[in-house]
């Protein structure tokens, strides 16, 4: 059985490394892969995973423990890369996102044309402009709620809703000729 996380920060605040420690590798992974989605470096997400959590560590006394723990450190991560973000323009290369869907079948053909349908929504998603690519990996990536998304980012509501639907057009758009280009279940491959 897991040891709650609240369990865990009440013994860190108290000063126990070890606990944090615990905190550290239960939350590492999904902070980094948010940062990585985020700036497409994997260089620069793991030095802002480590910033999240050096102030997660300075600022546990902040979290009530009324939602989630990886909510609130989610939240110290996307702060961290919108600083970054400010400070400096990075590019986003299409190594450094992680693939979106486990590979489910051993059928050679569908592999490959399941590869490139996940090729082709990473290259999508790497090519959104930054504000609609933050949101979108936010809310259907992380599975971050609006508001939480709104929270996090800072923006109101409705503009979270809005660059998410724009968001999801242009990725549509994007993905279009890439969707009419693989084989239809059914239908064979003509290789030349």
């Not at 399941?114 to 690519?133: C, D, V």
């Not at 639907?165 to 239809?184: E, F, N, R, Y």
Request: aromatic residues 6%.
């Amino acid at each position: 059985m897991q040891v709650p996380d609240l369990w865990l920060v009440r013994r860190a605040k108290n000063g126990d490394t070890a606990a944090f420690g615990a905190l550290l590798t239960r939350h590492s992974r999904r902070v980094y892969n948010l940062l990585l989605r985020l700036t497409g470096s994997p260089a620069l997400a793991e030095d802002l995973t480590q910033e999240t959590f050096l102030t997660a560590y300075q600022r546990l006394a902040d979290w009530r423990g009324t939602g989630a723990l990886s909510t609130w450190l989610c939240g110290i991560a996307v702060k961290h890369h919108l600083a970054a973000r400010r400070k400096s323009h990075f590019t986003e290369t299409l190594d450094a996102h992680e693939e979106l869907a486990a590979d489910l079948t051993s059928d050679p053909l569908a592999r490959y044309t399941q590869h490139e349908a996940k090729q082709a929504l990473n290259t999508a998603i790497s090519a959104l402009p930054l504000p609609y690519r933050e949101v979108f990996v936010l809310v259907r990536v992380q599975e971050l709620r609006y508001r939480e998304v709104a929270e996090l980012l800072e923006i109101p509501l409705g503009t979270v809703q809005s660059r998410l639907a724009q968001a999801t057009v242009l990725l549509q758009h994007a993905l279009s000729p890439s969707i009419d280009g693989l084989p239809q279940k059914g239908t064979k491959r003509h290789v030349l």
